[in-house]
């Protein structure tokens, strides 16, 4: 088990960055492959990015590829998501989460995911 908590929401200006951390607590934070969802309001939750539990392989929603990146220091039990040219649409409460399951390496599917923050607000606007 593992626990997690999201931190460095805001509002941000078009254009700016923002990186948000995801502290894990509870087990050795390596053992389990991590990723980012956010929602928007009346919009169903969907896939940001995602990362192995070693920090070697990554994976992009194509909304945010080449603006944010996902890196985890496993010695300090951290994940991160540094956003970058930031957009209105990015407008979003930030989940992390984290997978235990063996056979979950990276994934894009909430559905893989057993632990979840409990969000951060990302707010993106003039």
């Known amino acids: 088990q593992v626990q997690l908590g999201e931190s460095g929401g805001g509002l941000v200006q078009p254009g700016d960055s923002l990186r948000l951390s995801c502290a894990a607590s509870?087990?050795?934070?390596?053992?389990?492959?991590m990723g980012w969802f956010r929602q928007a309001p009346g919009k169903e939750r969907e896939f940001v990015a995602a990362?192995?539990?070693?920090?070697?392989?990554?994976y992009y929603a194509d909304s945010v590829k080449g603006r944010f990146t996902i890196s985890r220091d496993n010695t300090m039990n951290t994940g991160y998501l540094q956003m970058n040219s930031l957009k209105p649409e990015d407008t979003a409460v930030y989940y992390c989460?984290?997978?235990?399951?063996?056979?979950?390496?990276?994934?894009?599917?909430?559905?893989?995911?057993?632990?979840w923050g409990q969000g951060t607000q990302v707010t993106v606007s003039s």
């Open positions: 990362i192995s539990r070693s920090g070697v392989i990554t």
């Open positions: 509870g087990r050795t934070f390596s053992n389990y492959a």
């Open positions: 989460a984290a997978s235990g399951r063996v056979r979950v390496g990276l994934s894009t599917t909430e559905e893989h995911y057993d632990y």
